[in-house]
């Protein structure tokens, strides 16, 4: 059974927004590096944000100044807040989460982790 669990995707019209969540088991929420990464259709997996324990936030840079990363520690809930949504957008979103013992969470770090969700469609329309 899968202990992240993302929901909120959902077809859009360009320049509209959604917001994603990853519900997670306590001690991934409080301890681990979280974010968010999306496979376009036809393409690899790429990075999306992470946020690390103390807040600190790292984003990729075609989604900087309209996606914002959060999450929520009492409701052990990680969001995506996507705004300004264009059909490159498009894509499987899928949680991540990985023990980050020296604070490094940024996206290159993330993406070495076994720990993922199942995914959530976003589909921009044109």
């Known amino acids: 059974q899968a202990q992240l669990v993302e929901s909120g995707g959902d077809s859009v019209q360009i320049g509209g927004s959604l917001k994603l969540s990853c519900a997670a088991p306590?001690?991934?929420?409080?301890?681990?590096?979280m974010g968010w990464f999306r496979q376009p259709p036809g393409k690899e997996r790429e990075g999306v944000a992470a946020i690390a324990t103390d807040g600190r936030a790292t984003f990729t840079d075609s989604v900087k100044g309209r996606f914002t990363i959060s999450k929520d520690n009492d409701k052990s809930t990680l969001y995506l807040q996507m705004n300004s949504l264009q059909p490159e957008d498009t894509a499987m979103y899928y949680c991540?989460?990985?023990?980050?013992?020296?604070?490094?969470?940024?996206?290159?770090?993330?993406?070495?982790?076994?720990?993922w969700g199942q995914g959530t469609q976003v589909t921009v329309s044109s």
């Open positions: 991540a989460a990985r023990y980050d013992a020296r604070n490094i969470c940024d996206l290159t770090f993330l993406a070495s982790t076994g720990n």
């Open positions: 306590r001690y991934i929420a409080s301890f681990y590096c």
